[in-house]
């Protein structure tokens, strides 16, 4: 059992037309528990016409939100809730609240509860009964050569790839200060656990549990067949270096581009000192996710499943 919170921030996607409603459902629902709510100001400015203003106890930047939420709810998808952890982490690197995604997207392998269950979310919220999975973030830092390094923080993956040309990128890497390998292909994706079953489970990585302290290490589109994912302690610093790039690269966090680059970059990737909490049902476990998610054809849910349907 989790400490029943007592305030509750709340951010929602604007482009999420459901999230219209499912907004006004959390503030009442919230609200009748006798707990605080608060927004962030893109969403109240956003949902203004639609918001029970005499339920909501302020609004304040999301950076702030973060330090005075004790929960914030995310309303959307993956993509919203790795946009929305990516600027809280770098304004406030340090996150003091538990997060729960409530998913009005597609996926939604980081959310605790679809949209249709909010107010079963709510129910557990309130009484505390959840559990909370600390979440490892990358810390991203991008730079010229010998000059200071830019940060960026990531809770799935960061990526070096191709630009607009057509060329492969040649990308040295080094893990621990030790050389790994010389990669040439489309690029290269560093994942954390949260991150394996995102874009480096695409490009043919590992699943990875998420309490396991480790980072993949996955090539895109490899020109060498012998080139594959590698996992490596995630304690190792990991640097990636272009090398004679004949086009510019690119560098992505958790999807959205930060950065062109060539030669003269360097690329350095760790553990950030922080970790994302986030909320889960108490009886949720990843691997139940995976096969619900994925639909494992070897479970016996994924089996039940298709059994029905031809019913």
């Not at 992505?252 to 003269?264: K, N, R």
């Amino acid at each position: 059992m989790a400490r029943k919170p007592q305030r509750i921030g709340i951010v929602a996607n604007p482009e999420k037309s459901g999230n219209r409603d499912l907004i006004q459902t959390l503030i009442r629902s919230f609200h009748a528990a006798g707990l605080a709510v608060r927004l962030d100001d893109n969403t109240a400015r956003h949902f203004a016409e639609v918001l029970p203003s005499h339920l909501i106890d302020g609004v304040m930047p999301l950076s702030k939100l973060t330090g005075w939420a004790q929960v914030l709810a995310v309303l959307g998808g993956d993509g919203t809730m790795l946009r929305v952890m990516g600027e809280a982490l770098s304004a406030q690197p340090e996150l003091r609240c538990a997060v729960a995604a409530i998913n009005s997207g597609t996926l939604g392998f980081l959310s605790c509860a679809t949209a249709d269950e909010a107010q079963e979310a709510v129910n557990f919220i309130v009484e505390g009964n959840f559990q909370i999975s600390h979440r490892a973030v990358i810390e991203i830092r991008v730079g010229v050569k010998n000059r200071r390094l830019k940060t960026f923080y990531a809770l799935n993956e960061v990526a070096v790839t191709r630009g607009a040309g057509c060329r492969m990128v040649s990308l040295e890497v080094c893990v621990g200060g030790r050389f790994v390998n010389h990669y040439a292909g489309d690029g290269l994706i560093v994942a954390t656990p949260t991150g394996s079953t995102a874009y480096s489970l695409s490009a043919g990585g590992p699943i990875i549990e998420p309490m396991a302290p480790v980072f993949a290490i996955t090539p895109i589109c490899p020109h060498a067949l012998s080139d594959r994912a590698i996992v490596v302690s995630d304690s190792s610093l990991v640097q990636i270096l272009p090398k004679d790039l004949r086009d510019p690269a690119l560098i992505a966090v958790d999807g959205e581009q930060i950065a062109e680059i060539d030669d003269t970059f360097r690329v350095e990737i760790r553990r950030a000192p922080v970790v994302v909490p986030l909320i889960f049902r108490s009886e949720a476990s990843f691997f139940g996710v995976l096969r619900q998610k994925l639909g494992w054809a070897g479970s016996t849910d994924a089996r039940k499943s298709r059994t029905d349907s031809k019913t």
